[in-house]
């Protein structure tokens, strides 16, 4: 029956769906296409690029042995560790007060005048120049402080400059807990405080985790921030407190690619630089995100 | 009653640290206006913003920030012209065009971009870009191309555009602000596509169910009801990347060429005001009127970037549809 339904209104029906091209709509399609990959084509062409020419000098040595004869020879081993001790301080003060902020933002902050402040501030210092940073750590930790030139200048200045990263994501976090789980809670006749330390800080620890891995990501890449308080154009090893300067990826690039003696003769470091930073941001910043997918499949509630 | 008590201090406790951030922005904004002052005092406000000569180390050390202020807005300008219809066609790509799994790939690959570390888009600007200006480029189009011009003997075409080409395609250094424009472009993308992306989802999906229902085709519903519907959203994306391009600093600084002059076209060098902070507070003696300059700049930045915030913070609640711009 359906069979001669469809016979019998098959000339109409085809009249219906047959469409003729449309020129702008396909013209307008293909272009949003083609422009929509740009950002990703670009990523990629970069990313080859560096990394054709920097594979060459990238080795065990590269990576385990200091510069030698004016950066002309040798690896990077101080540089990185430079950039890992600044990166890991920042951290290390920068998430208690942010993850504090968060919990403050997310459970004890009531809607008012307060909060607004609170909040527009958060979003205006996301928003500050990178430089600016540089500029305040310069006059407030470098000269204000006396901690000179030195890697906890560089480390307090990053820890300002992505707390508001750190914030935000701490509070997606916290946020995302259901709130059964804390009337689960509550009602077993705990109070706030044990509630949130032990029900809702636990659950949203993944979250809090991969929103610092990838703040992590977005810190190792920063040279602005370190240019006046941390970053020096050569150290003799690794720092052995922290109150030295430090040699850091980024400003090394920077240092080699413009303002060194050997420009042209110091090229395959440079590339090899700029790979490894690449390798370590990007590395960070795929394990956030492959986190971060992991644990929104995974969820159970 | 001790627990309550112990309550009421750890709400307290974490109130005030929640105070930190508004303590930090007034901070900031505190010393970087302590120590502008003594150069907008001490050489005159409007002298500094207008003036159109930066020679801080020549005697008398001249301080016009407006070369600087300009260099700024034209590589911004500049780089917006490419940076804005990518970054909302990337977003609109990802948001109503694509299948899932080019979703799935396209997404991570944008959020990596935007994490990229600039010093080394300001590295490839100078290492690819600028030698591929300099020495493939303008000889293409200012050398060759006026010559195959000249010799089709043609009215205008052969004469007036001809030395058109000759004239304004012939770049003498690869440094210089198109350079840091393209840069700053790609530095930009990811910034606009995240948040655009997200104010294009939040459009109901009755909206586009409606409009198909009407017959309209697809490029339709998202020229004629999605965008319309997601402008103010689309407008903070657009002002959050240019945000992000008037404060980067390392491509300006590699790429932009260096040269703090009022420039006529867009193969001249500029000096935009983040690059003269980078490049001389190394050699500005702390406390000298070069560094107070330094910070005249840094707060004029700083000003910029907070009015850029206060505007994009009133569109989204005015119009508010959903939070925008929380995870750029």
């Known amino acids: 029956m359906i069979q001669g339904l469809h016979n019998t209104i098959h000339e109409p029906f085809e009249l219906v769906h047959k469409r003729k091209f449309d020129l702008k709509e396909g013209f307008f399609l293909t272009l949003i296409r083609t422009l929509g990959f740009s950002g990703g084509v670009i990523l990629i062409i970069i990313l080859f690029f560096v990394a054709y020419n920097g594979v060459r000098v990238l080795s065990w040595d590269f990576i385990t042995q200091p510069p030698i004869q004016s950066m002309t020879k040798g690896g990077i081993f101080p540089v990185i560790v430079g950039t890992i001790l600044l990166t890991m301080i920042c951290m290390v003060v920068v998430l208690p007060v942010g993850v504090t902020t968060a919990i403050f933002l997310a459970e004890y902050s009531k809607p008012g005048l307060l909060l607004n402040m609170v909040n527009m501030s958060i979003y205006t210092l996301a928003g500050v120049p990178s430089v600016v940073y540089g500029l305040f750590g310069l006059t407030v930790f470098v000269i204000t402080f006396h901690f000179g030139m030195s890697l906890i200048a560089g480390s307090f200045t990053l820890a300002i400059m992505v707390l508001p990263y750190i914030i935000s994501t701490s509070e997606e976090a916290i946020k995302a807990v259901p709130y059964s789980f804390r009337e689960a809670s509550l009602a077993c006749g705990t109070t706030k405080w044990q509630t949130i330390r032990k029900v809702v800080l636990p659950t949203a620890l993944p979250g809090i985790l991969t929103g610092s891995i990838l703040g992590t990501a977005k810190v190792s890449g920063e040279t602005a921030p370190i240019m006046f308080t941390a970053a020096a154009f050569f150290t003799p090893g690794i720092p052995t407190s922290i109150f030295q300067p430090v040699m850091a990826l980024p400003y090394h690039i920077y240092v080699l690619a413009t303002a060194g003696t050997h420009i042209e003769l110091t090229r395959p470091i440079q590339y090899g630089t700029a790979l490894t930073l690449i390798v370590l941001v990007l590395g960070m910043n795929l394990l956030g995100i492959i986190l971060r997918s992991k644990q929104r499949s995974k969820k159970a509630w | ?328």
């Not at chain 2, 600028?130 to 191309?145: C, G, R, T, V």
């Not at chain 2, 000298?288 to 005249?296: C, E, I, M, V």
Request: with cysteine; proline share 5%.
């Open chain 2, 1 to 328: 009653m001790k627990w309550q008590r112990k309550e009421k201090l750890i709400e307290l406790t974490i109130s005030s640290v929640g105070f930190f951030s508004v303590i930090i922005l007034l901070l900031i904004g505190f010393f970087l206006f302590k120590e502008a002052f003594e150069v907008f005092y001490r050489a005159g406000a409007l002298k500094v913003i207008f003036g159109a000569e930066w020679y801080p180390t020549s005697n008398p050390p001249l301080f016009g920030m407006f070369p600087l202020i300009v260099g700024t807005l034209t590589v911004t300008g500049l780089a917006a012209l490419f940076a804005i219809p990518l970054g909302i066609a990337t977003a609109v790509y990802v948001a109503e065009v694509a299948n899932y799994k080019v979703k799935e790939f396209l997404k991570p690959l944008i959020e990596m971009l935007a994490s990229f570390p600039s010093v080394v888009l300001g590295f490839f600007g100078m290492v690819v870009i600028a030698p591929i200006l300099s020495s493939w480029l303008s000889p293409l189009i200012a050398d060759k191309l006026p010559e195959l011009m000249k010799s089709a003997h043609l009215p205008f075409f052969s004469t007036t555009l001809a030395d058109f080409c000759h004239n304004k395609f012939f770049i003498t250094s690869g440094l210089n602000m198109f350079t840091a424009a393209l840069m700053l472009t790609v530095r930009a993308i990811p910034v606009i596509s995240s948040v655009a992306e997200d104010a294009l989802a939040a459009v109901p999906r009755i909206f586009r169910e409606a409009s198909y229902s009407l017959g309209a085709s697809r490029w339709d519903t998202i020229w004629r009801v999605v965008i319309p519907a997601s402008v103010s959203g689309l407008s903070v994306a657009i002002i959050l990347g240019i945000g992000t391009m008037i404060g980067e600093t390392m491509i300006v600084l590699m790429a932009a060429g260096g040269a703090a002059v009022i420039p006529h076209w867009i193969f001249d060098p500029v000096r935009p005001m983040p690059s003269a902070i980078a490049a001389e507070m190394a050699e500005a003696a702390h406390g000298s009127l070069h560094y107070h300059a330094l910070f005249g700049i840094g707060a004029l930045l700083f000003l910029i970037t907070l009015i850029l915030s206060i505007v994009s913070d009133f569109i989204s609640k005015r119009y508010r549809s959903v939070k925008i711009g929380e995870k750029v």
